[in-house]
């Protein structure tokens, strides 16, 4: 998926081996954890029952308050932003704007900037080269430190930033000739291992996973990124039956495992020192991976899902269900890149599959959705502007589905079949706040106060430590306990701004509350507008 090479035929899904490497996206059981590392979420996307303030209140699924509703941002291969090398400043930002003002349209939440596509930095930093996906060559400075500038205009309009990382692809070709010289992979040639044309580090250095984590734990410390998100690419996909040449570091480091298990345990390692490295660093920013859709074939694994395809646990060696209940990640969101009923892996065979994964723990799922797949013919089911928005309707019948991701941002743009369209008047017709992960630390700020109504202007008192506001309308003007349980009165998040005062421009009658949110969108209780 996330290198823009052509799927394979369908034909090769069925094909478990090294031929169905990207047949899924161009680009044991254990114990559930006694002792979760986060607090359970407040709210589900189900219909059930909540508590708001003494009363109990019936929520409706179709108006869910809290849900991530994302999309992935590529840079690498300029994929969706900026649209190609050397342009201007002025133009690179105007196309970033542009994506983030398509993301709001459709109300979304969050975004998915890829800042680390191959060992390099869309941002300004003393551990990797600039990438050269911003000039065209790697390692020439811009004139600007993006980055900066992206998560700035994300918060400046209410959305969630997660820096997204690669965290073995070390160049985006095999020639390490044209690397800068203060590239890692030419300063350090022994991290690094070639196959199938490429340059990787090597997940079994003890050094390379430190150098992962120092470049992640660089840019939380000093960008004000509210996320760390990791893709699909471990070990590299199988490649017409190449070995990845590890054997070194496997005979230094294996202390008697099998390889396929020393390979796993590496991948574990890297996961679990990225997740120490962010919460240590910042408690509050979260940490996330998007794996391949199949963790494990049910031929392959008693316990693993009713598919035929490529297995992330044996293939390249990506045991998400060691992350979900050792708690080492916050959020998973498998790339489930197939439409319901696809014999090989099917969409409603998956996502039921990962909700029970999830189940017991305090690690959200949010679901990859193939946006960039709409209206193409790599299965007839695409055709259908019908096709996305039934996973999100089969989604509300899991309370562990938190959301969903979309690939990508430029589809986010073109939107095929106008399939965003629909998904933001049948599934996304209200703002929603994103799931609670109240183990991450925050608080809800102070109730807002002097919250005013002035014609069609709402006003209220800035709330020390809001990041924004929750503006329900209630039609009526009737007030009742349960009116702010669900997302059906939420009518905005307004991001903070400036001053002793925030404002709103209202519409339409009736009553108004305003609550306050932190930065990890923890609530107060509401106010009710004054006329």
């Known amino acids: 998926m996330r290198t823009g090479r052509p799927l394979l035929a369908a034909a090769a899904l069925a094909v478990a081996t090294t031929g169905a ?19 359970a979420p407040e709210h589900t996307q189900e219909a059930a029952t909540t508590t708001s303030g003494t009363a109990s209140c019936k929520v409706d699924a179709e108006y869910p ?5 994302g999309v992935w941002i590529a840079t690498v291969k300029n994929i969706d932003w900026p649209s190609r090398t050397g342009l201007p400043v002025a133009r690179q930002q105007a196309e970033y704007v542009r994506i983030l003002d398509n993301a709001v349209k459709r109300r979304l939440n969050a975004v998915f900037v890829q800042v680390r596509p191959a060992s390099d930095a869309l941002y300004k930093s003393s551990l990797e080269p600039w990438s050269q996906y911003l000039t065209g060559k790697a390692g020439k400075d811009p004139g600007w430190d993006p980055l900066t500038f992206l998560v700035a205009e994300a918060h400046k309009r209410g959305l969630e930033f997660h820096a997204w990382f ?62 760390v998100h990791f893709d699909d690419y471990f070990y590299p996909y199988p490649t017409g039956g190449a070995e990845f040449a590890d054997g070194a570091a496997f005979k230094k480091y294996g202390k008697g495992e099998n390889l396929a298990d020393w390979r796993r345990s590496n991948v574990n ?172 630390g925050g608080q809800a700020p102070a109730q807002p106060a002097e919250v005013k109504a002035q014609g069609t202007t709402l006003s209220w008192k800035t709330s020390p430590g809001a990041r924004s506001y929750a503006v329900y309308q209630i039609p009526s003007g009737k007030v009742g306990e349960c009116a702010t ?35 990890l969108d923890n609530e107060s209780a509401p106010t009710k507008a004054t006329p």
């Open 269 to 440: 390692k890297l996961i679990a020192q990225v997740d120490r490295t962010v919460h240590e660093t910042k408690q509050y920013v979260k940490f996330g991976v998007s794996p391949f859709g199949i963790w494990r074939n049910r031929s392959e694994d008693p316990t693993g899902s009713a598919t035929a395809g490529m297995s992330a646990y044996d293939s390249i060696y990506a045991d998400a269900r060691h992350w979900i209940r050792k708690g080492t990640v916050d959020y998973v969101t498998p790339q489930l890149y197939w439409p319901s009923g696809f014999k090989a892996a099917d969409y409603d065979v998956l996502m039921p599959w990962w909700a029970n994964e999830v189940k017991g723990t305090d690690v959200h799922l949010y679901i990859g959705q193939a946006l960039y797949l709409v209206g193409t013919t790599t299965n007839a089911a695409w055709t259908s502007p019908e096709e996305l928005p039934s996973h999100l309707a089969q989604n509300r019948k899991h309370k562990q589905v938190k959301g969903d991701v979309y690939f990508s941002a430029k589809q986010l743009l073109t939107n095929p079949l106008r399939v965003m369209d629909r998904i933001a008047k049948n599934y996304y017709s209200h703002p929603a706040l994103l799931p609670l992960m109240k183990g991450l």
């Open 65 to 69: 308050k809290r849900q991530l509703r």
């Open 166 to 227: 690669n965290p073995y692809r070390a160049a985006a070709d095999g020639d390490v000739s044209k690397l800068p010289a203060n590239h890692p992979a030419r300063l350090h040639p022994d991290w690094i291992v070639r196959y199938a044309g490429l340059i990787y580090y090597n997940p079994g250095l003890p050094q390379v996973r430190d150098h992962v984590a120092a470049v992640v734990k660089d840019v939380v410390t000093r960008y004000d990124v509210d996320g």
């Open 21 to 39: 490497a990207y047949a899924f996206g161009p680009d044991a059981p254990a114990a559930k954890p006694s002792a979760p590392k986060h607090a």
């Open 485 to 519: 349980a669900d997302a059906r009165n939420l009518v905005a998040v307004v991001p903070a701004a400036g001053g002793d005062r925030q404002t709103f421009a209202a519409a339409g009658g009736g009553a108004y509350l305003v609550s306050a949110l932190d930065r």
